[in-house]
C-alpha cells in the first residue's frame, strides 16, 4: 500500500511538474512576443529618431551654408569705393588669421584705378569628409577701368568652427580656375 502511495504521490508531482513546465512554456511564448513588439517598437523609435536628427542636422547645415555664403558674398563682392572697408566686414566672418591669409598685400593699399569684382553661379556643398567642412565654388567677376571682365571660377575649401552658437571661418583653402573673358 505503501508503494501505491508513494506512486500516486510521485504521479501526482510528476503531473503537476508536467503542467507547471508546460504553463512556463506558454509564459515564455508569451514574453518572446512582447519582446518582438518591444524590439519592433524600438526601431520604429530608432528610424524616427534618425529622421528628427536628419532634420535638425539640414536646419544646422542650412544655417551654416547661409554663414559661408554671406561671408564670400562680403569678401567677394567689392568695388573700388568698398576695397579696404571690406576687410573690416569680414571680421564677422573670418578669423585673424584667414583675412590676413586672403586679403595679402592688398588688404593694406587702396586701389589707385577703377575695379569691380562679383560673384555669380555660386554654389556650397558639404563636404562629407570632415565636420563643418564646406565647398563653395563660384564664378568670379573682375573688371578693372572700362575693360572686358574677366571671369575666374574659384573653389574654396572651407572650414568653420563654432563657439556658443557663433561661427567663425577659420581655414580657407584657394583653388583658382584659368581666367577667361566673358
Known sequence: MKTKIIMMVESVLLLLAIISIYGLYQDNQQKEADIQTKQEEIAQLEENLIVQSSGNNTADIAKKTKFVNSAFADYLNYNTDNYRSRFEDMENYFSPSTIEQLSGAGGTESPTISINSSTQNY????????????????????QVEDNEPTVFKNVYLIHLSEEKGQYLIDQVDVFSGTPTNS
Open 123 to 142: 554654389k556650397t556643398y558639404v563636404n562629407p569628409i570632415e565636420d563643418n567642412s564646406f565647398v563653395f565654388v563660384t564664378d568670379i567677376h573682375y
